[in-house]
């Protein structure tokens, strides 16, 4: 009896200690995923504007004819978000979730009211769906930040469009949501970018005020008091207009430092707002909307996923109410497959000059393709642990 009871209760251990990965085969993590023809179909190749593909990224023409955010900080008006245009609002931001670190992340922005935007990328979604489903039941805004964080300007057209409708459709088949923000890694980003961004419907978004915060990584010199510090003197400098702030959940210690953050925005008299609320526009392609500080996303009827988004199959994770999961795709097609378009653009292999605003490289790779559930090592051992430890007391 007492064994059968023991193995009840170690079959409720496993499945709260299981980390599941999003159902279906996705391709590899951390690394370029093949173009697909009708995503790469989605964007007229006579209307992306002309700018080269870049071989380095920081090696700069003398004359920026194509608004090169990387060498000059050019901006456009008519598809770029670089503030909240109301003086007290504050977007806050994290990119490279979600990760283990983006849990603890949300319990304390939960504490103090606080709705954020988070840029995600593929991969992660992949590994932490229910992390991310966490953040949309908090009612916190999700936007794209690419399969595998590359510099996109150096990039083939077809391998953007990759990078992109990749992510969408991880977040897609994880929450049942299409976003319609994304933001460049390394803020690397061109006229040639902004146009297939554009025609994929998306806005993008950079900042105003950047922490700088992932040099804490491998920078030993990096001292985390600075990130508090860079808050503390940027709610008192005169504005018309408010921010939007850059900060990182890829790390346990610069997603803690947001504990920090937080109360010194919220304190100067700032309200912080996801980015799609304080430029008032809708964030998803879905009819739902956000409410800001005050609660999560408000019920609507769900939108239709894009022509060219994988077919409809079961994800992992509980959906929400307004939109349900949708697309975890049968199998990925490799570039042989789409024999039309030219295969990916390797990833530079060499380390990324210093950018302000983003990390040099992306997260280390993970083994490659998923298939439904799997147990993460810290879970795993959590698991062996507990089984061990009952087994004692039989």
Not at 340 to 356: E, F, G, H, M
């Amino acid at each position: 009896m007492k064994v059968k009871a023991s193995l009840c209760v170690f079959a409720s251990l496993f499945l709260t200690f299981s980390g599941a990965e999003l159902a279906g085969n996705w391709p590899p993590l951390d690394q370029p995923p093949p173009p697909v023809a009708k995503w790469t179909a989605l964007v007229d190749q006579a209307k992306v504007p002309n700018a080269p593909l870049v071989k380095t990224v920081g090696q700069c023409a003398d004359k920026d004819t194509f608004c090169n955010w990387s060498c000059t900080g050019c901006t456009r008006p008519d598809s770029d978000v670089t503030k909240c245009p109301e003086k007290t609002d504050w977007g806050l931001t994290f990119d490279d979730g979600p990760t283990e670190f983006t849990n603890t992340l949300l319990d304390f922005l939960e504490t103090k009211n606080a709705k954020v935007t988070f840029f995600v990328i593929g991969s992660r979604v992949v590994e932490n769906p229910e992390i991310l489903q966490k953040a949309v039941n908090a009612g916190h805004q999700i936007a794209i930040h690419t399969w595998s964080h590359p510099a996109l300007t150096t990039q083939s057209n077809e391998q953007i469009i990759a990078e992109l409708k990749w992510t969408e459709a991880a977040i897609k088949a994880a929450v049942g949501i299409t976003p319609k923000y994304m933001r460049p890694p390394f803020g690397d980003y061109d006229d040639r970018v902004r146009g297939i961004a554009t025609q994929l419907g998306y806005k993008i978004v950079i900042w105003d005020e950047d922490t700088n915060d992932w040099m804490s990584a491998d920078d030993k010199t990096f001292q985390l008091t600075w990130i508090e510090g860079n808050f503390t003197q940027w709610v008192k400098q005169p504005s018309t207009t408010g921010h939007i702030s850059l900060e990182h959940d890829l790390y346990k210690q610069t997603a803690e430092r947001a504990q920090l953050a937080v109360p010194i925005v919220q304190g100067a008299g700032f309200t912080i707002k996801p980015v799609a609320v304080c430029t008032n526009e809708q964030p998803y392609l879905e009819n739902i909307s956000l409410t800001g500080s005050a609660a999560g996303p408000a019920a609507g009827k769900a939108g239709k996923a894009p022509a060219a988004a994988p077919a409809a199959g079961k994800a992992a994770g509980k959906a929400p109410a307004a939109a349900p999961p949708a697309a975890a795709p049968a199998a990925y097609p490799s570039p042989a497959a789409d024999p039309a378009y030219p295969p990916p653009a390797s990833a530079p292999t060499s380390a990324y000059p210093y950018l302000v605003g983003d990390a040099q490289s992306s997260p280390s790779a993970t083994p490659a393709t998923t298939n439904g559930a799997s147990l993460n090592t810290i879970s795993l051992w959590s698991f062996v642990s507990l089984i061990v430890g009952s087994f004692m007391f039989i």
